[in-house]
Nanobody, 116 residues
């Protein structure tokens, strides 16, 4: 089994910053890709940012230029630095890991609320 534990969510004012962390543990053989997704009330889950094993990175259109994804490979840690947050960023943020050959894993989610 693989466990993903997110941390770092909370309440922040518009224009503020937060840093999310995700710790992966358990039977990790080979991580092919790690990423962050989010789901706002009444909306579908959307990709925020993903980073592949080779280091290539993709961002969702709404966060590009404001959010930065990074990782520490040897510690199986994933991070998301979120700057210039706005109310539209309010959502539950999920860590996602694709492990070969075992499958796709999700964290329990961490709430991010942007409000004045």
């Amino acid at each position: 089994q693989v466990q993903l534990v997110e941390s770092g969510g909370g309440l922040v004012q518009p224009g503020g910053s937060l840093r999310l962390s995700c710790a992966a543990s358990g039977r990790i053989s080979f991580i092919n890709r790690m990423g962050w997704y989010r789901q706002a009330p009444g909306k579908e889950r959307e990709m925020v940012a993903v980073i592949a094993i080779g280091g290539s990175i993709s961002y969702g259109d709404s966060v590009r230029g404001r959010f930065t994804i990074s990782r520490t490979v040897e510690k199986n840690m994933l991070y998301l630095q979120m700057n210039n947050l706005n109310p539209e960023d309010t959502a539950v943020y999920y860590c996602n890991v694709v492990i070969v050959p075992s499958g796709v894993y999700w964290g329990q989610g961490t709430q991010v609320t942007v409000s004045s």
